[in-house]
């Protein structure tokens, strides 16, 4: 482990005058590590997102803020279907998007065979995985990739809870644990006043809550993030095919500095349409991690419910917890 970087969360006795503003804004200021660890090197930002997650989004969009505030500029930006490990230079170091796909739960979209490609076949160059929750529903999946990992001696490995903390030192020594890049967003103004009661954000994928949790909460209305994107998922498979087919054409070095550039922008609008959907309303309730996170980035209340595997309260007890304005429901 290593001990001189963040690897407390964040606690109530660690600051003065204790409150939501002042929580969110030092949860930010915790990634200045992550910035000392590319130390002015060039680097390569992979696997960002190119799909409706809005959840996702925030976190590229964080890391995006996060660049700009640490004025780093990376070489390459490439989603992992159109990324070449060929492009990776001796002294490049390589950033690998955050989130919570760090296991086998999401296994076919191919993130984590990507990370273990790099950190099999580029052992002298340093390897650092942006803030993640670590789940594996196979212990011998979970094995097989922890010693892959071992064979590299400079992988960092960011997790944005205990649980996750613990696992990641079977991978690598050099273990942080960090909040979510969304953070960096820190504050978004609301457009509108709240007018309506309760927004319910509920998953509908693999990872959705038990049914019955939260049900003590009425709600004015209900959603999901795919609810959220709904039409604007043409234009997203728009993107997709375009870097996949430039990618195979062999220019996908060139196309993706400059169709990073176009999602950055377009994919902007689709979390604008989420801002302006939670401002509507004075409360959220969701077992959406960043649900909760947009929350706390808008200054407004939530409640949280956990998803299926305990990565929302874990979230919540590591970080945000002690706010104000938040609000952890188990079972």
């Known amino acids: 482990m290593d001990k001189n970087v963040n690897s407390e969360a964040l606690r109530e006795s660690d600051i003065p005058e204790f409150n ?106 340093r390897i650092i995985v942006l803030p993640q929750t670590i789940h594996f529903g196979s212990a011998e999946e979970r094995q097989r990739s922890a010693r892959l990992f071992r064979t590299h001696p400079d992988v960092h490995l960011c997790v944005r809870d205990y649980a996750s903390y613990e696992i990641a030192l079977e991978f690598t020594d050099h273990v942080h644990l960090l909040p979510d890049m969304a953070h960096q967003l820190y504050p978004i103004v609301p457009p509108h006043t709240a007018t309506k009661g309760a927004l319910l954000i509920s998953r509908m994928d693999d990872e959705k809550r038990e049914s019955g949790s939260g049900d003590r909460i009425e709600y004015a209305a209900t959603t999901d993030w ?3 994107v709904g039409e604007r998922e043409r234009n997203i498979d ?67 419910l956990d998803n299926s595997y305990g990565k929302n309260s874990s979230y919540v007890s590591a970080w945000t917890a002690n706010s104000e304005l938040v609000a952890l429901q188990k079972g």
């Open 238 to 304: 728009f993107f997709r095919r375009a870097m996949r087919s430039t990618y195979r054409l062999g220019i996908g070095w060139n196309s993706n500095k400059l169709l990073s550039r176009r999602w950055a922008a377009y994919s902007g609008k689709l979390i604008d349409d989420a801002i302006k959907l939670f401002s509507l309303h004075n409360h959220i309730v969701t077992d959406r991690l960043h649900g909760h996170i947009l929350a706390c980035l808008m200054n407004k209340s939530s409640t949280v």
């Open 226 to 228: 795919p609810i959220v």
């Open 20 to 125: 939501h503003t002042v929580m969110m804004t030092a949860l930010a200021d915790k990634h200045q590590v992550i910035a000392d660890l590319v130390g002015g090197k060039p680097f390569h930002y992979i696997d960002y997102p190119v799909h409706g997650n809005i959840g996702d989004l925030l976190i590229m969009h964080g890391t995006l803020a996060f660049f700009d505030r640490y004025r780093l500029k990376p070489r390459i930006s490439a989603p992992a279907f159109s990324y070449n490990p060929g492009w990776i230079e001796k002294d490049d170091v390589i950033l690998f998007h955050g989130g919570g796909n760090f296991g086998d739960l999401y296994s076919a979209f191919g993130m984590q065979a990507l990370r273990e490609l790099v950190v099999s076949t580029r052992t002298s160059n």
